[in-house]
């Protein structure tokens, strides 16, 4: 009987996951800066620098987990002789997202402008990178906590929701008044742990009811080994908290409060949630799949 393995990640890949897709997602956020707010500049340029920084620190762990970056470096380069496979198509989005953000933080540094089409080149470039961290996982068939075509819809919103938290989490420090009036941003940037909450929701019941495997993933994360970091640290801190605080500044304060320094400690707090649960997300979802098992 013929036998196929399939690779096997570990926690490492998490933070991989996490940095590359909080990369894409401040590409994104800068790219919204530029449509919705104009007059943030130093937010934008702050977008800008995170991008390729964390893109480009989560490519490094990638090459320790995967070790061939190590011992034989000319096995990523490999990868794009399959145009079939997601991993040649993640070089690809991966490769075309560093050079576009590094050509425009150089741009940034030099002073110039950079042209509305090649930020859009780059925002589309980091919505793929941010699909792609779900795919790269939901190729493994074996494995039904991650096959499945909601990981990469649930990769990419929380991807674009840690980029913008990273984005404003800086800039409450950096340029207070920039994040003052970046009022759509922070709107829109609410909005996204809910959806986050609702897919998280869909992910583990489709999963829960198509394989033995999947039932006993997710009962892992909400009642077995893992629950107690799914329940306080994805769920309460990384969903529920953001949620809360936001909600308040956003709906229940006046307007000088909400420019306050106390109200940017609180919008600080659930950014940091925010980015404690984007990585948790990718934490749990590695950890806790377990494979379809053949007796």
Same mark, same amino acid.
């Given at each position: 009987?013929?036998?196929?393995?399939?690779? %096997?990640?570990?926690?490492?890949?998490?933070?991989?996951?996490?940095?590359?897709?909080?990369? /894409?997602?401040?590409?994104?956020?800068?790219?919204?800066?530029?449509?919705?707010?104009?007059?943030?500049?130093?937010?934008?340029?702050?977008?800008? &620098?995170?991008?390729? %920084?964390? $893109?480009?620190?989560?490519?490094?762990?990638?090459?320790?987990?995967?070790?061939?970056?190590?011992?034989?470096?000319?096995?990523?380069?490999?990868?794009?002789?399959?145009?079939?496979?997601?991993?040649?198509?993640? $070089? %690809?989005?991966?490769?075309?997202?560093?050079? %576009?953000?590094? &050509? &425009?933080?150089?741009?940034?540094?030099?002073?110039?402008? +950079?042209?509305?089409?090649?930020?859009?080149?780059?925002?589309?470039?980091?919505?793929?990178?941010?699909?792609?961290?779900?795919?790269?996982? /939901?190729? $493994?068939?074996?494995?039904?906590?991650?096959?499945?075509?909601?990981?990469?819809?649930?990769?990419?919103?929380?991807?674009?929701?840690?980029?913008?938290?990273?984005?404003?989490?800086?800039?409450?420090?950096?340029?207070?008044?920039?994040?003052?009036?970046? /009022?759509?941003?922070?709107?829109?940037?609410?909005?996204?742990?809910?959806?986050?909450?609702?897919?998280?929701?869909?992910?583990?019941?489709?999963?829960?009811?198509?394989?033995?495997?999947?039932?006993?993933?997710?009962?892992?994360?909400?009642?077995?080994?893992?629950?107690?970091?799914?329940?306080?640290?994805? +769920?309460?801190? /990384?969903?529920?908290?953001?949620?809360?605080?936001?909600?308040?500044?956003?709906?229940?304060?006046?307007?000088?409060?909400?420019?306050?320094?106390?109200?940017?400690?609180?919008?600080?707090?659930?950014?940091?949630?925010?980015? +404690?649960?984007?990585?948790?997300?990718?934490?749990?979802?590695?950890?806790?799949?377990?494979?379809?098992?053949?007796?």
């Amino acid at each position: 009987m013929e036998m196929t393995f399939e690779p %096997v990640w570990n926690s490492l890949i998490a933070w991989y996951l996490f940095l590359a897709g909080m990369g /894409g997602g401040a590409f994104i956020t800068s790219a919204f800066l530029h449509w919705r707010h104009p007059h943030a500049v130093t937010m934008r340029k702050i977008g800008h &620098v995170i991008a390729p %920084v964390a $893109v480009a620190i989560g490519l490094v762990l990638l090459m320790f987990d995967a070790e061939g970056g190590l011992h034989n470096p000319l096995r990523f380069a490999l990868l794009l002789h399959n145009p079939f496979s997601v991993m040649t198509w993640g $070089v %690809v989005f991966l490769a075309g997202f560093m050079v %576009v953000s590094v &050509v &425009v933080l150089a741009l940034d540094v030099l002073k110039k402008g +950079v042209p509305r089409w090649l930020e859009l080149v780059g925002a589309a470039f980091g919505l793929c990178v941010g699909m792609y961290t779900g795919a790269l996982l /939901g190729v $493994v068939k074996t494995f039904p906590l991650w096959n499945t075509a909601l990981l990469p819809v649930l990769f990419l919103v929380s991807a674009m929701s840690a980029g913008a938290a990273s984005v404003l989490l800086t800039a409450i420090f950096k340029h207070p008044e920039e994040f003052n009036r970046a /009022g759509v941003l922070k709107k829109f940037h609410f909005c996204l742990p809910i959806i986050e909450f609702v897919l998280v929701a869909a992910l583990l019941f489709v999963t829960m009811y198509n394989s033995t495997a999947g039932f006993e993933s997710v009962w892992s994360l909400v009642a077995g080994k893992w629950a107690p970091l799914f329940w306080v640290g994805l +769920v309460a801190v /990384g969903l529920v908290l953001p949620t809360v605080l936001e909600c308040r500044l956003l709906f229940f304060s006046s307007k000088e409060f909400e420019e306050s320094r106390t109200a940017h400690y609180i919008s600080a707090a659930s950014d940091a949630a925010v980015l +404690v649960g984007g990585f948790l997300l990718r934490f749990l979802i590695v950890m806790a799949a377990l494979p379809i098992t053949v007796s």
